[in-house]
């Protein structure tokens, strides 16, 4: 990170800050101590008390956001979505005399803009998932949710909403790799899966199917419980959220599982959910569900290997056991054609279907 960008970044959080600690009530933005939740140029979010503030991606046309936010906001998404909270508007000045001070009232949009350029929104705290205890990991709730979000209609929503971004997020992944991994062997091995993908995987054709409302980007750090501290989970981020192929939606688990990074029941138990609670990504009962899965995890696999090993470099570190997980699965990719069975050759099911 550069200086000046460093400095920017310094000065987003700052201005977060602010915003959210006057959206939970305070009368001083030095009240207190806000808390970064992210600070990456991609993502910056800041929590004062209940509220958060999140300033997203920078550039491009700010309506197909504000669309996202409508959605998440809307009726039909109470209970999957975490809604977002109105921008606080201004006060106006006090008349003369009346010993008011300033601050700011409830009820302005959905969707601001920092100085610098950046969209901003805010929403209430929900208490995210443990990292440090997988054994309580909500995969079941994930999988109920997910099938909730997809069996949303379409029609009944504001629009117009703008599609899924999930293929986006695997296209800047493999430009990532090019930009800041040396050509070693295992960038070489990730490059050539994302190769092997089909056109659509890669947002450059149409999806087999876009008639179910799609989260884009779904993996536990998109849950949280809400009230906090231990409220219902709710599903948060909808930078990607747009119609598109239910299918994936569950590839990150799927892709997860493949590289043998996700046990085989922790994944049954997020399956068995989605497709007890009426997903409709995949057949409800009896069928392997993996024909249906297999080019979204291959996705997910060579979007998040990319990731992983420009993180490793960043970081001026040798790949570790996830990272080296993770290509030799899109080592498998390149070896095998798509077809059933997580990437062709393994062998591994999860419990509960067949294969």
Do not use: N
């Amino acid at each position: 990170m550069s200086t000046s960008t460093g400095a920017s970044l310094t000065a987003q959080l700052g201005q977060l800050a602010q915003l959210a600690h006057r959206a939970a009530g305070g009368a001083d933005p030095g009240d207190g101590d806000p808390v970064v939740l992210a600070g990456r140029d991609d993502a910056t979010v800041v929590r004062s008390g209940a509220v958060v503030a999140k300033a997203h991606d920078s550039g491009g046309d700010p309506a197909p956001l504000a669309a996202r936010l409508r959605v998440a906001a809307h009726p039909l998404l109470r209970g999957v979505l975490l809604a977002p909270l109105p921008l606080p508007r201004p006060v106006p000045p006090p008349r003369a005399g009346t010993g008011r001070g300033s601050g700011r009232e409830p009820g302005g949009p959905l969707l601001g803009t920092l100085p610098g350029g950046r969209r901003i929104s805010l929403w209430p705290y929900g208490t995210p998932v443990d990292p440090g205890a997988p054994g309580a990991a909500p995969w079941e709730a994930a999988g109920a949710l997910l099938a909730r979000l997809h069996s949303v209609p379409l029609a009944g929503l504001p629009g117009p909403l703008p599609p899924m971004r999930g293929p986006a997020r695997v296209v800047r992944a493999l430009e990532l790799l090019r930009r800041e991994v040396p050509r070693t062997a295992a960038a070489r091995t990730v490059a050539a899966a994302g190769e092997t993908l089909p056109a659509w995987a890669l947002g450059a054709a149409p999806p087999p199917r876009d008639d179910a409302l799609c989260h884009g980007d779904l993996h536990l750090g998109q849950l949280v419980r809400y009230p906090a501290p231990g409220g219902p989970w709710h599903l948060i981020d909808v930078d990607d959220l747009g119609p598109g192929d239910p299918a994936w939606d569950l590839a990150r688990p799927a892709a997860w599982f493949a590289a043998g990074l996700l046990p085989p029941a922790d994944f049954g138990r997020f399956l068995t959910a989605y497709r007890t609670a009426g997903g409709p990504a995949v057949p409800g009962d009896g069928p392997d569900p993996w024909p249906w899965l297999d080019i979204p995890a291959r996705a997910l696999t060579v979007q998040t290997a990319a990731r992983s090993l420009a993180r490793a470099a960043a970081e001026e570190r040798a790949p570790d056991e996830t990272d080296r997980a993770l290509v030799e699965a899109c080592s498998r990719i390149v070896r095998s054609p798509a077809g059933p069975g997580p990437y062709a050759g393994r062998g591994r099911t999860a419990p509960g279907y067949g294969g």
